[in-house]
């Protein structure tokens, strides 16, 4: 018997196992494992305990168990800058007084008061090692951003028949009164305008009360100078109201348009 003849029979005999397996799997419906059996007699998965879907939300991740505390304290956001890249940031937050300052993650902002992380429209802090939120308000709306569309598409009211032109509310103008910095740095919404990464303009939009507008600026304004000053860091931006007091001049962008006027603006 030869070499190639032994190893014919060796093929031959792997063949015909592997035909007789396919054999009895065909004529097994179940398995070679056992008797089928119902899950009758298993026992049933149990219902998660609805608690656990009110703390997930698959669009917006909390962390922890899943609880979102919004401060109490006195204080505003009006601008943040995310830096996913380092995971730190900065943000521009009005305290109880009504002063704006920037502050860096890691930088207290009152006693007791840490930032500790920046979003996208929101900040985190720790004020006494209790993790708490702020948002941005945005109460204002998007119209406000754009107004030549928003006056376009919303015309004033016209005045009744009977109601003689100069009964019609006038314009703020320089004889209403100056506002002092403290009104307009409470009443202002402000964010950075940027060209890459520098900053070239704060945009500032009201947001409660009328002190932008006796200020003399209209919402949407992008302010890139004061006193001749160009607005070009974080710093400038949140002290813009003190640097407006005493009637400072100002430059904004305005409908595309730069124009430059004094601002009605107080000590």
């Given amino acids: 018997m030869t070499v190639y003849s032994v190893m014919e029979i060796i093929l031959l005999s792997v063949l015909a196992v ?42 917006f991740r909390l962390e922890g168990d899943g609880t979102l505390v919004v401060t109490s304290l006195d204080i505003g956001l009006f601008g943040v800058r995310e830096d996913r890249a380092s995971g730190r940031g900065s943000a521009i937050i009005a305290l109880p007084n009504g002063e704006q300052n920037s502050y860096l993650v890691g930088e207290e902002i009152m006693p007791g008061v840490i930032l500790e992380s920046v979003g996208f429209d929101f900040v985190t802090i720790t004020r006494n090692g209790a993790r708490e939120q702020i948002f941005l308000d945005q109460s204002g709306g998007a119209t406000a951003t754009n107004p030549s569309s928003s006056s376009a598409s919303t015309p004033p009211p016209a005045p009744a028949a009977s109601q ?20 307009l740095a409470g009443g202002t919404q402000i964010s950075p305008r940027r060209e890459g990464n520098r900053l070239t ?38 002290g813009f109201a003190n640097q407006l007091a005493g009637n400072a001049e100002v430059q904004v962008e305005r409908g595309g348009d730069v124009t430059s006027f004094r601002a009605r603006v107080s000590q």
């Fill in 18 to 59: 592997q035909c007789a397996r396919l054999v009895w799997a065909v004529l097994t419906p179940v398995g070679p494992l056992g008797d089928w059996r119902s899950d009758a007699g298993l026992p049933a998965l149990s219902t998660p305990d609805s608690g656990y879907f009110e703390t997930f939300d698959p669009f």
């Fill in 164 to 183: 003689p032109a100069q009964a019609r509310p006038a314009a703020p103008s320089a004889s209403n009164g100056a506002v002092s910095a403290r009104d």
């Fill in 201 to 238: 303009g704060i945009i500032v939009q009201p947001t409660n009360g009328d002190a932008l507008t006796r200020a003399g600026f209209q919402p949407g304004d992008i302010i890139i100078s004061i006193n001749g000053q160009r607005i070009q860091d974080m710093e400038q931006a949140a």
